[in-house]
C-alpha cells in the first residue's frame, strides 16, 4: 500500500517549535515534488510549503513569513517541516503531498493543492495561547 506517514504534531505553547516528518511507504517519492498543507476547523486546506525533487526549490505560503523551512532527505525519502514561532492561528491539521506526475512542476503547481497525487493522514499541530 502506498503511503505518506506524517509525524511530529502535537501541543505546543506560543512562540514553541515542532519539526513535522513525512515518511514514504509502498513507493518511492524520493524524486518528486512535496507539499505541506494545513487544514483548520471549518476553513479550508491551505498551502503551507513546498520543495522540489531535488531540494533546490523551496516556496512557502505568506502567511510563513520565515518562521517555517521546509527540507527534505532523500535518501531516506523523508520531507520535514521545522515550524518555529508559532501561533494559535498555526493550529490545523498538516498534510504531506508528493507530486508524481508534473514533468516539470513550477512553483505555481507546486503551491496548488489539486496537483498533489497522494496524500498523508495528517498529523495535529495545535498551538496554546
Known amino acids: 500500500q502506498v503511503q505518506l506517514v506524517e509525524s511530529g504534531g502535537g501541543l505546543v505553547q506560543a512562540g514553541g517549535s515542532l519539526r513535522l516528518s513525512c515518511a514514504a511507504a509502498?513507493?518511492?517519492?524520493?524524486?518528486?515534488?512535496k507539499g505541506w498543507f494545513r487544514q483548520a476547523p471549518g476553513k479550508e486546506r491551505e498551502f503551507v510549503a513546498a520543495i522540489s525533487g531535488s531540494g533546490t526549490g523551496t516556496y512557502y505560503a505568506d502567511f510563513v513569513n520565515g518562521r517555517f523551512t521546509i527540507s527534505r532527505d532523500n535518501a531516506n525519502d523523508t520531507v520535514y517541516l521545522q515550524m518555529n514561532s508559532l501561533k494559535p492561528e498555526d493550529t490545523a491539521v498538516y498534510y504531506c503531498a508528493a507530486d508524481v506526475t508534473a514533468l516539470g512542476p513550477t512553483e505555481a503547481t507546486m503551491k496548488n493543492l489539486k496537483s498533489y497525487d497522494y496524500w498523508g493522514q495528517g498529523t495535529q499541530v495545535t498551538v496554546s495561547s
Open positions: 509502498g513507493r518511492t517519492f524520493s524524486t518528486f515534488a
